[in-house]
């Protein structure tokens, strides 16, 4: 049995609600928002894993020193002519990211070509207005949501719904 998967940090509660409040700049027809219990910061996607590579991945030690990261910043992937993804940067991640993508890289995972932690707020299906929510990315590109410390990763099981995904902890480290 196959599930989409992926490893994430969660974000402490007040510090999504604020982020929530701060997605309303984005309610914009073709933009699609994270919804609040789905806000993250994705470590690694795992795309379709099956059960033999579950296992392996529940085996590995993936427990990490407590660090302080800072949610700063507004950005957009790929880039600002051609925006598909909105969303937040995070400070103070690269390291731990690369320690788990080598972890990953053993069980055969591919690695990443870089690593720009971010959590994602919005998703762009379409834009009838791309100078609009360009300008209005600018405005917002120096946003600081503060900091928060992260001493846990956790394994999340993802279900594609027409209603959105619905993520479930497997494991948390």
Do not use: C
Request: hydrophobic share 40%.
């Amino acid at each position: 049995m196959e599930m989409r998967a992926f490893l994430a940090i969660d974000i402490p509660k007040d510090i999504k609600e604020e982020i929530y409040k701060f997605q309303k700049n984005f309610k914009i027809r073709g933009i699609k928002l994270v919804e609040k219990q789905n806000l993250h910061i994705t470590v690694k996607f795992l795309g379709e894993i099956d059960e033999e590579t579950l296992n392996k991945i529940l085996n590995l030690d993936l427990r990490i020193e407590p660090r302080t990261v800072k949610l700063e910043g507004l950005g957009v992937f790929p880039n600002p002519n051609y925006i598909r993804v909105i969303w937040i940067g995070v400070q103070g991640l690269v390291e731990l990211f690369k320690e788990i993508d080598e972890k990953l890289h053993s069980l055969g995972f591919e690695k990443e070509k870089s690593y720009v932690p971010h959590l994602t707020i919005g998703r762009v299906k379409f834009i009838d207005n791309k100078k609009e929510l360009r300008e209005r990315i600018e405005k917002f590109e120096d946003i600081n949501f503060g900091t928060f410390t992260v001493d846990k990763i956790k394994l999340y099981k993802s279900t594609l719904t027409p209603m959105g995904p619905i993520y479930e902890v497997i494991r948390e480290w």
